[in-house]
């Protein structure tokens, strides 16, 4: 009985340490695109679709249900824009580290969602309302990170020329 309960405690060790073994490893999300690529795919041709509700109505189903995906787009951007080591275009990282970034960057989701709602409720009044905040969620971005020069991103002052020396005579 005693090899029995030996034999079984070595097996059942054996099958557990395989199945550690066949594991995989843990998945870390890790950025692909630079800032500026991610701006140009992602929201930027979304947030066209959405403000596009304010002059054509969607026509049938298909139709809203693209608005409805950029919105979700948009919402999922502040996640890409805040994956730690992102870089923007100049090869810097993107300053996930600054509070004033992550609020800007959350503000998406909110002003998302409230399009996403009209646009599921198929209200194009409703999408005509909420691109007043998407918008606002991306200028107060972009009057601090895209439009003025980013200190890391300022060139460094060229050091002073070295006196030339005289010839000696």
């Given at each position: ?28 999300p890790r950025p692909i695109g ?119 991103a300022v060139a460094a002052p ?12």
């Amino acid at each position: 009985m005693r090899t029995f309960l030996v034999t079984l405690s070595g097996v059942a060790a054996l099958i557990a340490g395989l199945a550690l073994a066949q594991a995989p490893a843990a998945f870390r999300p890790r950025p692909i695109g630079n800032l500026k690529q991610v701006m140009r795919s992602v929201p930027f041709p979304n947030s066209n679709v959405i403000f596009d509700v304010q002059t054509k109505k969607p026509a049938d189903d298909a139709a809203w249900k693209a608005v409805e995906n950029s919105a979700m787009a948009i919402a999922e951007t502040a996640n890409l824009i805040t994956l730690p080591g992102r870089l923007r275009e100049d090869g810097k990282p993107v300053p996930v580290g600054n509070a004033d970034w992550i609020k800007f960057s959350n503000a998406l989701i909110p002003a998302a969602q409230a399009c996403l709602k009209a646009a599921q409720a198929k209200n194009a009044d409703a999408v005509g309302d909420c691109t007043n905040d998407l918008s606002d969620s991306c200028s107060n971005c972009h009057d601090v990170y895209r439009d003025k020069p980013q200190p890391a991103a300022v060139a460094a002052p060229k050091p002073a020329a070295a006196p030339k020396q005289g010839k000696k005579q």
